[in-house]
């Protein structure tokens, strides 16, 4: 018979989400079991932060553990297009709040956060799987697995579901629902190379491939010379660029004059690696007796490095709410949780559809655009979705459309 583990609050998977809620309740005094499903350290992408995450960890008593990773700064975003080029300081924003963040491997990142978790008391158990979960308002249960084939009962009294790609809850509570967003393939690897005199690293480096506006770049470089290289676009369109996944990824990075510029010569240091169909949503954020963190409820795209700013702002969100739940009241999970958290998310998405579509490419690469609208895209690029004082927060997709007709077409493709 399988032994049978009781808790105050069961996160599954060791996230930043899950670490940060993890830290912040057991600060709190409760007691929390994190289950993992893979051994860390491990490999991931989402590396390059946003400013607006800073204020969360903080929150958490987690910044320490961040500034110990002395990670390569960041304070912006350049963009590059058929020679064009433009750049958003995040310290130029109409949103007052963190303007500096960091460009960071996720597998040091990641282990420093949960193990931060740990030392404040969280139980972290690693290479355990989540076979069965039976959600209740009072006494939800699951049923766990770790890789020696030993499984477990957990009784605890709320569930967080930070599983990430796994989406554990979403898949077996059926809550998944299609994705608002297109498929689209990611190819990436991480490179090791002497960044050009001229590339300032304390951005990233977004560009657009010279014939097909929607397949962009990232370029994120990291502390120890290495970067995080990798290209997006609709499957068909990178099958055809090559016979693998590396071919592909090097004939379409030199088909861009700046990134075939700076990496010329660089060579993978990992295979490269392809995630294919990413986008998710589910039908609804929290049930009885659980909720859903970042990428375990929806995840949009790899452009504008939303994920782990929607992640741990989810995070930092619900933890209250748990508190009040262990203490007997009923928060309201809808109104305080799940609406609020998807009006930001929505603003995302609306940046995302007019990235791929051009409009917001349109507006990016404007020559001259007015001083208060480029203080109001830093601010979202930045990560401040949540804020109701910016016009293109409140307001995004018309005003995405109505200053994109303003700025006029990007430039004809080449023939």
């Known amino acids: 018979?399988?032994?049978?583990?009781?808790?105050?609050?069961?996160?599954?998977?060791?996230?930043?989400?899950?670490?940060?809620?993890?830290?912040?309740?057991?600060?709190?005094?409760?007691?929390?079991?994190?289950?993992?499903?893979?051994?860390?350290?491990?490999?991931?992408?989402?590396?390059?932060?946003l400013p607006q995450c800073m204020a969360p960890l903080e929150r958490a008593g987690l910044l320490d553990a961040v500034l110990a990773g002395d990670y390569q700064p960041k304070n912006g975003a350049a963009f590059t297009r058929r020679g064009a080029s433009t750049v958003i300081d995040f310290h130029d924003k109409t949103t007052p709040g963190w303007a500096t963040t960091f460009q960071v491997e996720r597998a040091d990142f990641d282990q420093r956060l949960i193990e931060a978790a740990r030392a404040r008391g969280a139980r972290v158990d690693f290479a355990t799987t989540v076979d069965a979960v039976e959600p209740d308002a009072r006494h939800p249960r699951l049923t766990v697995r770790d890789d020696t084939g030993h499984t477990r009962r957990l009784e605890t009294r709320f569930i967080l579901d930070a599983s990430g790609y796994g989406r554990v809850l979403a898949r077996r509570l059926g809550l998944a629902r299609d994705p608002r967003l297109e498929s689209r393939t990611a190819l990436f690897t991480h490179v090791a190379t002497d960044l050009?005199?001229?590339?300032?690293?304390?951005?990233?480096?977004?560009?657009?491939?010279?014939?097909?506006?929607?397949?962009?770049?990232?370029l994120i470089p990291f502390?120890?010379?290495?970067?995080?290289?990798?290209?997006?676009?609709?499957?068909?369109?990178?099958?055809?660029?090559?016979?693998?996944?590396?071919?592909?990824w090097r004939a379409l990075v030199d088909a861009e004059p700046r990134f075939g510029e700076l990496l010329a010569g660089a060579q993978p240091?990992?295979?490269?690696?392809?995630?294919?169909?990413?986008?998710?949503?589910?039908?609804?954020?929290?049930?009885?007796?659980?909720?859903?963190?970042?990428?375990?409820?929806?995840?949009?795209?790899?452009?504008?490095?939303?994920?782990?700013?929607?992640?741990?702002?989810?995070?930092?969100?619900?933890?209250?709410?748990?508190?009040?739940?262990?203490?007997?009241?009923s928060p309201d999970w809808a109104g305080e949780f799940e609406r609020p958290l998807r009006a930001g998310t929505a603003t995302f998405r609306a940046f995302v559809e007019a990235w791929y579509d051009g409009r917001l490419q349109r507006i990016i690469f404007h020559p001259d655009p007015p001083a208060e609208l480029r203080r109001r895209?830093?601010?979202?690029?930045?990560?401040?979705?949540?804020?109701?004082?910016?016009?293109?927060?409140?307001?995004?997709?018309?005003?995405?459309?109505?200053?994109?007709?303003?700025c006029g077409p990007l430039p004809e493709a080449r023939p």
């Open 223 to 248: 502390r120890d010379g290495r970067a995080s290289v990798g290209v997006v676009g609709d499957t068909a369109t990178l099958e055809a660029a090559g016979s693998d996944a590396e071919s592909r």
């Open 1 to 49: 018979m399988a032994n049978t583990d009781t808790s105050d609050v069961v996160v599954i998977g060791a996230g930043p989400a899950g670490a940060l809620a993890a830290a912040r309740l057991a600060d709190a005094g409760y007691r929390v079991q994190v289950v993992e499903r893979t051994q860390f350290p491990r490999f991931s992408i989402g590396e390059s932060l």
């Open 377 to 406: 895209i830093s601010a979202v690029l930045a990560g401040y979705a949540w804020d109701r004082d910016n016009p293109l927060v409140t307001a995004s997709r018309r005003r995405l459309d109505l200053l994109a007709e303003l």
């Open 196 to 218: 050009d005199a001229r590339f300032d690293r304390d951005k990233i480096l977004i560009g657009v491939h010279p014939d097909d506006a929607r397949l962009w770049y990232w």
């Open 269 to 329: 240091v990992r295979p490269v690696e392809s995630l294919a169909g990413y986008s998710a949503d589910v039908e609804r954020l929290h049930g009885p007796g659980f909720a859903l963190l970042g990428n375990a409820g929806e995840f949009l795209d790899p452009v504008f490095s939303s994920g782990v700013t929607i992640a741990l702002r989810s995070a930092d969100m619900a933890v209250p709410l748990v508190e009040r739940t262990l203490a007997g009241e």
